[in-house]
């Protein structure tokens, strides 16, 4: 069991309330940070601790609204402690319980002892522990939704991500996010594709080019628009999307990174595949579904772009039950 220390100072007045202690108005909160354990679990796993904290806050004050938990303060003593059991109520694949657990942390004004049952990314059952926290049952309460919300998110994308790459398991094709994300959750939400064995395309619009159908338009031409990209940013990964074969020939033979193949049928994925012969990666998009995954998988293309990954997963059942701590 893990122990970790946040004391913060109680808001009551002008502050986010009663079970906050963000010190939302007080410079203290700008040093305040996460517990240095659970920072360095976060970049471990390739998140920003302190984007991560600042989520935490921003659950916490939406969910209060500069006020207090009306009915926690109401129905439970200041001084009472409890331990509250993260379960799942379904089967799935968890992602984001070191983010629930710096929701929680920023709430808690006392120290609190953590008991980590599984790890981001496993597999796991109904009724099935995940995450064990003890500390003042008014944080535990007032923490409680905002944790939740953001873990059972967080766990229906790794769930759905880890289906389509069961579909793939034996191919060479992985699949693959966009950026339908929600806004201010893109990070975490590229995260859990991790965890269900999904990979990250570009995490935003600065770190490699996606050359789409406007930008031809724009451009007057899909190799036109590839080669005014590589003369402005000579160092930045391009993608070109194609809708036909005859583009296709085009943005390979210019030079092309990553070629993404719109709408195509296995056949014509077949075909391009033969047509660059290993001079450029290839990406399916559109079409997709679970049912035809493996189809595309076969025909020999690196990755399936699912954007319903981030913007169309159901989310995996996880509740909190409270009981008296130990």
Same mark, same amino acid.
């Given at each position: 069991?893990?122990?970790?220390?946040?004391?913060?100072?109680?808001?009551?007045?002008?502050?986010?309330?009663?079970?906050?202690?963000?010190?939302?108005?007080?410079?203290?909160?700008?040093?305040?940070?996460?517990?240095?354990?659970?920072?360095?679990?976060?970049?471990?796993?390739?998140?920003?601790?302190?984007?991560?904290?600042?989520?935490?806050?921003?659950?916490?004050?939406?969910?209060?609204?500069?006020?207090?938990? *009306?009915? #926690?303060? &109401?129905?439970?003593? @200041?001084?009472? %402690?409890?331990?509250? !059991?993260? /379960?799942?109520?379904?089967?799935?694949?968890?992602?984001?319980?070191?983010?629930?657990?710096?929701?929680?942390?920023? *709430?808690? #004004?006392? &120290?609190?002892?953590? @008991?980590?049952? %599984?790890?981001?990314? !496993?597999? /796991?059952?109904?009724?099935?522990?995940?995450?064990?926290?003890?500390?003042?049952?008014?944080?535990?309460?007032?923490?409680?939704?905002?944790?939740?919300?953001?873990?059972?998110?967080?766990?229906?994308?790794?769930?759905?991500?880890?289906?389509?790459?069961?579909?793939?398991?034996?191919?060479?094709?992985?699949?693959?996010?966009?950026?339908?994300?929600?806004?201010?959750?893109?990070?975490?939400?590229?995260?859990?594709?991790?965890?269900?064995?999904?990979?990250?395309?570009?995490?935003?619009?600065?770190?490699?080019?996606?050359?789409?159908?406007?930008?031809?338009?724009?451009?007057?031409?899909?190799?036109?628009?590839?080669?005014?990209?590589?003369?402005?940013?000579?160092?930045?990964?391009?993608?070109?999307?194609?809708?036909?074969?005859?583009?296709?020939?085009?943005?390979?033979?210019?030079?092309?990174?990553?070629?993404?193949?719109?709408?195509?049928?296995?056949?014509?994925?077949?075909?391009?595949?033969?047509?660059?012969?290993?001079?450029?990666?290839?990406?399916?998009?559109?079409?997709?579904t679970l049912d035809t995954a493996r189809m595309y998988a076969e025909t020999g293309v690196d990755y399936l772009a699912v954007g319903a990954l981030t913007h169309s997963s159901p989310i995996l059942d996880i509740g909190l039950d409270l009981r008296e701590a130990e």
């Amino acid at each position: 069991m893990t122990e970790v220390s946040n004391e913060l100072p109680l808001v009551q007045d002008g502050g986010c309330g009663d079970g906050c202690g963000c010190g939302a108005g007080d410079e203290e909160y700008l040093e305040c940070g996460l517990d240095p354990a659970l920072a360095e679990l976060l970049a471990d796993a390739g998140l920003d601790p302190v984007e991560v904290e600042d989520i935490a806050h921003m659950a916490i004050q939406e969910d209060l609204d500069h006020g207090v938990d *009306v009915t #926690t303060v &109401a129905t439970i003593p @200041e001084e009472a %402690v409890a331990t509250a !059991d993260f /379960v799942a109520r379904e089967a799935g694949v968890v992602a984001g319980l070191r983010v629930a657990e710096a929701i929680v942390s920023v *709430v808690c #004004t006392d &120290a609190f002892e953590v @008991e980590r049952h %599984v790890e981001d990314g !496993d597999r /796991v059952e109904a009724g099935q522990k995940l995450l064990s926290i003890t500390t003042r049952t008014r944080d535990l309460l007032t923490a409680e939704r905002s944790a939740l919300n953001i873990l059972c998110r967080l766990s229906g994308i790794a769930t759905a991500t880890r289906a389509w790459a069961d579909v793939l398991d034996g191919t060479k094709a992985k699949v693959r996010d966009t950026r339908k994300t929600t806004p201010g959750l893109r990070a975490l939400e590229k995260f859990a594709v991790r965890c269900g064995g999904g990979v990250n395309h570009r995490m935003s619009l600065s770190d490699a080019a996606l050359v789409k159908d406007n930008h031809v338009v724009a451009a007057g031409g899909v190799a036109q628009a590839f080669k005014a990209v590589r003369e402005a940013f000579p160092d930045v990964p391009i993608e070109v999307e194609v809708d036909t074969l005859h583009q296709l020939r085009e943005v390979v033979d210019a030079g092309a990174d990553l070629i993404l193949l719109d709408n195509f049928t296995p056949e014509e994925c077949s075909e391009a595949v033969g047509i660059v012969g290993g001079r450029a990666l290839l990406e399916a998009s559109g079409r997709l579904t679970l049912d035809t995954a493996r189809m595309y998988a076969e025909t020999g293309v690196d990755y399936l772009a699912v954007g319903a990954l981030t913007h169309s997963s159901p989310i995996l059942d996880i509740g909190l039950d409270l009981r008296e701590a130990e």
